[in-house]
């Protein structure tokens, strides 16, 4: 069974290869989509090769929903996005994939159905399926390659939903069980720097030690050091004066 996950659902338009079927199923289960329609696929259903691609994503071929026109396939839905790369002569509005997961979410929040309408291979949407959205998405592409296949523009559409949709953290710094280094840490790490390159003759001349010691400290707190990081610094430090004074 489908998950009960608000979501919008993505229409596959006269699909010509069952391997662009599959790749589609699994790019949209990469991103907790499992809400496929398909329409009229050109070689018939079922296709080995689509679950054969889907690989680990072939309940969504089992539970997709197959009609024979676009007009059956979004009756249901409030509001509908088709897919394209060229301009086809109709008046719509034409959003970017990311705003239109934004405009998706928002509208599924309130209790529509939203559906994404994805064109066959070799040409895309048909103006008649066009004339059926409410709005165009378009891929700011390279516009002397702009045609996309199949599947990548489904995991695009599908990204830009898990961003719409979910709170995404976009950067964090995994701290494989460290942790950070607190303040008190990192002075005393400066002052055992400072100690020995002071004795070392480093902060010359007389005149320029205090600045060199600022921008010193400077350096460390630019640092994002964890704990187990200033243990193995003093351990260097250490074990270079040992050096030095076995040498000496």
């Known amino acids: 069974m489908p998950t009960d996950r608000p979501q919008p659902a993505f229409v596959l338009v006269r699909p010509q290869m069952g391997e662009n079927i599959g790749a589609a199923a699994r ?3 990469n991103f907790g989509l499992d809400r496929m329609r398909i329409v009229a696929p050109r070689d018939g259903w079922p296709n080995p090769k689509s679950v054969a691609m889907a690989s680990g994503a072939g309940r969504l071929l089992d539970e997709a929903q197959f009609v024979d026109t676009t007009g059956e396939a979004v009756a249901d839905c409030h509001y509908v996005f088709a897919t394209t790369a060229r301009a086809r002569g109709l008046t719509k509005p034409v959003v970017s994939p990311e705003r239109a997961m934004q405009i998706a979410a928002e509208r599924i929040a309130a209790g529509e159905k939203v559906a994404v309408l994805f064109g066959p291979e070799r040409a895309g949407l048909e103006n008649d399926d066009i004339a059926r959205a409410n709005a165009i998405i378009n891929v700011p592409v390279n516009p002397e390659f702009a045609s996309l296949n199949l599947a990548q ?6 990204y830009e939903w898990q961003r719409a949709a979910s709170e995404i ?3 964090r710094v995994d ?3 460290a942790r950070w280094a607190e303040q008190i840490e990192i002075e005393k790490l400066g002052d055992h720097y400072e100690a020995q390159l002071d004795e070392a003759g480093f902060f010359f001349p007389d005149h320029k030690a205090q600045s060199m010691k600022l921008n010193l400290r400077n350096m460390w707190s630019r640092m994002a050091l964890t704990g187990t990081d200033v243990q193995m ?9 040992r050096w030095k004074q076995r040498d000496g």
């Open 175 to 177: 701290m494989a069980k």
């Open 169 to 171: 953290t976009p950067e």
């Open 153 to 158: 523009c489904v995991l695009l559409t599908a």
């Open 27 to 29: 790019a949209m289960w």
């Open 233 to 241: 610094l003093h351990g260097v430090l250490r074990q270079m004066v």
